[in-house]
Structures are given as C-alpha cells and as structure tokens.
C-alpha cells in the first residue's frame, strides 16, 4: 500500500447526465492510477511492474508489419495493459488508464465536464499495486493471441 494525494475533480457524464466527483492523481503521468467499474483503485508504477515492458514488446509484435501511429500504438498498449491486471472482485473490471473512470450511474466514460473542483480539494488515500496473477499463469502463445485480438478490437475501429 501507498498513499497518494489525490485531487478532488468535478464530472458530468456524457451519457446520462450525472454530477458526482472523482479522484485524480495531479501532475505527471506516474504512477498510474486505476479505477475499476466498481470504483476500487489500483496504482501501476511502470518502473517497479515487470508487465509494463512486457505489455510493451507484445503490442510491438502484434502491429508489426501494419502502419500504426505511435499514439495509436500508446493506446492499443494502455489497452493490453488494463487486460493484465487483475479484477478487484469477481464480474470488476479495469479499463484503460487513458479512459475516464466510469460514471456511477451508467458505466460512461464520456463526460461532458471534467475538471478540478473551485476552491481545490485533496484527499489522502493508501491504494494497493495491482497485481497480474492471471495474466502471469498464461502460456506466451496466449498472451500473444490477447494482444493480436486487441489490435483487431481497437485499431479497426479507428481504420
Ligand atoms: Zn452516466
């Protein structure tokens, strides 16, 4: 367990609506924070997490031979990423770090307003590592077939 200070920001939901608050990690870009469907949070620190230069080299591999931008690439490697970690609970899940948390109410991850609340606010957290006991149990030929079905999931959409 960390503890992070974590900003308070402010959200409304693209899809339905919905006012609430999350929490941020403000600043640079790591750690990672996660938020799950659920609402558990999870860090990734990539210079601790074995997975990150793993996840890498997969995505590297499965794109190889197609034009893929390198902030395609970064989104396709976020998305493999989320994919390792483990569930917080069973039918929980993490989505990619580059996608909003999902709203309370209908699971959205569009917004409409996302910003820090006025005056600021922070609030202390200790959050666990994530962990990736699933992914780790997986043969390489497996992990391989992950990362070639999120290159077709994701860059398809975008081609
Ligand atoms: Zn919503």
């Not at 919905?18 to 996660?34: C, K, N, Q, T, W």
């Not at 990734?44 to 395609?72: F, M, N, Q």
């Not at 409409?112 to 390489?140: C, M, N, Q």
């Amino acid at each position: 367990m960390k503890t992070f200070k974590l900003q308070v920001f402010a959200n409304r939901c693209g899809n339905c609506g919905l006012e609430f608050e999350s929490l941020v990690l403000p600043g640079d870009y790591e750690p990672i924070l996660y938020v799950s469907r659920a609402g558990v949070m999870r860090y990734l620190d990539p210079d601790e997490d074995p997975v990150w230069t793993e996840t890498k080299g997969l995505i590297k591999a499965a794109i190889k031979g197609r034009r893929v931008s390198e902030s395609s690439e970064a989104e396709l490697f976020h998305h493999l990423l989320a994919r390792t970690i483990d569930a917080p609970a069973e039918g929980d899940s993490f989505a990619s770090a580059w996608e909003k948390p999902p709203c309370p109410r209908c699971g959205g991850t569009t917004r409409t307003y996302f910003g820090p609340v006025d005056p600021p606010r922070f609030k202390e957290v200790s959050i666990a590592p994530v962990t990736h006991k699933r992914w780790e149990s997986l043969p390489p030929a497996e992990k391989a077939a992950e990362a070639e079905r999120v290159v077709q999931e994701k860059l398809d959409l975008h081609q």
